[in-house]
């Protein structure tokens, strides 16, 4: 009852199409094949049997023979069986024993999935000894039995060359691209040694054996359209799903070459075109790239020899002209750069240096107007107040004072001008808190109280006693009317 229940649950939960190669076998085995427990009930009952012909049926007979004719003991004693072939008996059961058992054991070593004809005969033994058995030819019997077990024993001793030969078997159909045959043989050698690793591996590759061959094969078609770059890619890919595909190892090595070899003669060209064009620097990395691709290419090392050379000639004009004009473009940063980079070609020039110190001069008197303009709010502070005058004045006095510096200057001044302009700034507290203002007036207590103050931020603090200090920050906005500030301490210690 339970193995039909077994074979049910079997059925149900795996389709037709989606059982495995061992599955099918199991299948076929068990249709054509006794199983241990009915091998078991025939014993039993056979021994039953022997018991009572050897035992039981003489005593019988003897009891008997009193009383019947000599004919009909005559008759009588031709069917008790041969005493030759009854001794077969426990001969046939041992093996029929031993034989139920070297199956199961080979079924472990996956024999289902490498016996193929062999196995069938084994079965084909079995049921002839089976059959012979139950007829009571036990000698018949006894012989297939054996016959079977010889051959069980026979496969046994293949094994390790039936391993050997599925994993030869399986790479060489991976290496010609036959995905089934692979699997196959690496299944077999599974079934046998289901920890083997040379066949984990093989059954890994065997199965993305397509992807691999697809992204070959493109890789293969795009090298010879001549898109190296996207062959190299297509190889890499496909090894990255299997780093020991040979092909795709070959074409990657080959594409690789090709690509370097096209990228030489590319840099080279380019590099060219850039020299001609006097961009010395785009020269000089695309032939430095050449010479990378190609170490001690004798064309490279002449392009860059020709490059210094016609460098050194008329970049000193172009990057000098290049610094006047930002110069007058008030790029200051990218002047410098420009004679920064003559000054690497020729430290000795005199006019250049002296450009360099005015253009950094101008970068620096560029930052501290920007610094000075963004602290606006703290021209209250007289110290402060006196930078950004002094500063003004020196901008002022620039002899070539260009666009944006002009706004520069006009923003500041402008500044300076709203920050010298007091704002009447109304006060609020409770007539208990004593109210500073730092850096301006301690004020006392009051109720309200209007202060004049420059624009810009500032900090006040309320004190009382048995009460926390109250400290505020607020700003004086230059372009607000009425501005209140309210300072009270009520919050007891």
Do not use: H
């Amino acid at each position: 009852m339970n193995e039909s229940v077994d074979q049910k649950n079997t059925d149900t939960s795996v389709q037709p199409e989606e059982k495995t190669l061992y599955q099918q076998k199991l299948e076929k085995e068990r249709s054509n094949s006794i199983s241990i427990r009915k091998g078991g009930g025939i014993l039993v009952g056979l021994s039953l049997l022997l018991v009572i012909v050897i035992f039981v049926l003489p005593l019988l007979v003897q009891e008997d023979k009193k009383d019947l004719p000599i004919q009909t003991i005559e008759e009588e004693t031709i069917l008790i069986l041969n005493q030759e072939i009854l001794a077969q008996k426990p001969i046939a059961e041992a093996l029929l024993s031993e034989l139920l058992i070297k199956i199961e054991s080979l079924k472990l070593q996956g024999i289902l999935f490498w016996g193929m004809g062999k196995w069938e005969d084994v079965l084909i033994m079995q049921q002839e000894g089976d059959s012979a058995f139950i007829q009571q030819q036990y000698d018949v019997s006894a012989e297939r039995y054996r016959e079977a077990l010889q051959l069980l024993s026979d496969m046994e001793i293949s094994i390790p060359d039936v391993l050997k030969n599925a994993l030869e078997s399986g790479q060489t159909s991976i290496l010609n691209g036959n995905k089934d045959d692979a699997i196959a043989s690496f299944e077999i050698a599974l079934a046998i040694d289901g920890n083997n690793l040379d066949a984990k591996q093989g059954l890994d590759r065997a199965l993305k054996l397509d992807q691999v061959l697809a992204r070959t094969q493109r890789g293969k078609t795009e090298f010879e359209l001549g898109s190296y770059k996207l062959a190299i890619e297509l190889f890499q890919d496909a090894l990255s799903i299997d780093p020991n595909w040979e092909p795709a190892i070959n074409g990657l090595n080959q594409a690789k070459k090709s690509y370097a070899d096209n990228l030489f003669q590319e840099s080279l060209s380019k590099g060219y075109r850039s020299l001609n064009d006097e961009s010395f620097d785009d020269a000089k990395i695309l032939f430095e790239q050449a010479l990378s691709i190609r170490p001690n290419s004798k064309e490279a090392l002449q392009a860059l020899d020709e490059l210094n050379l016609k460098r050194i000639a008329s970049l000193t004009k172009s990057l000098k002209y290049k610094g006047l004009i930002a110069e007058v473009n008030e790029e200051w940063n990218q002047a410098k750069g420009f004679y920064e980079e003559i000054l690497v070609i020729d430290p000795n020039l005199e006019e250049i240096k002296e450009s360099l110190n005015r253009v950094e001069s101008r970068i620096l008197l560029d930052a501290e107007m920007t610094s000075i303009i963004a602290r606006s709010d703290a021209y209250n502070d007289n110290k402060v107040l006196g930078q950004a005058q002094a500063l003004l004045g020196t901008a002022k006095s620039i002899e070539r004072i260009g666009p944006k510096l002009e706004q520069s200057i006009q923003k500041l001044d402008s500044l300076i001008r709203i920050a010298l302009i007091p704002i009447d700034v109304i006060f609020e507290s409770d007539q208990l808190t004593e109210v500073t203002i730092f850096k301006v007036d301690q004020m006392g207590t009051f109720q309200q109280k209007i202060v004049s103050l420059r624009p810009g931020i500032y900090t006040a603090r309320g004190s009382r006693k048995g009460f926390k200090d109250e400290t505020i920050r607020f700003r004086v906005d230059p372009n607000k009317q009425n501005q209140r500030v309210r300072i009270i301490c009520n919050k007891k210690i």
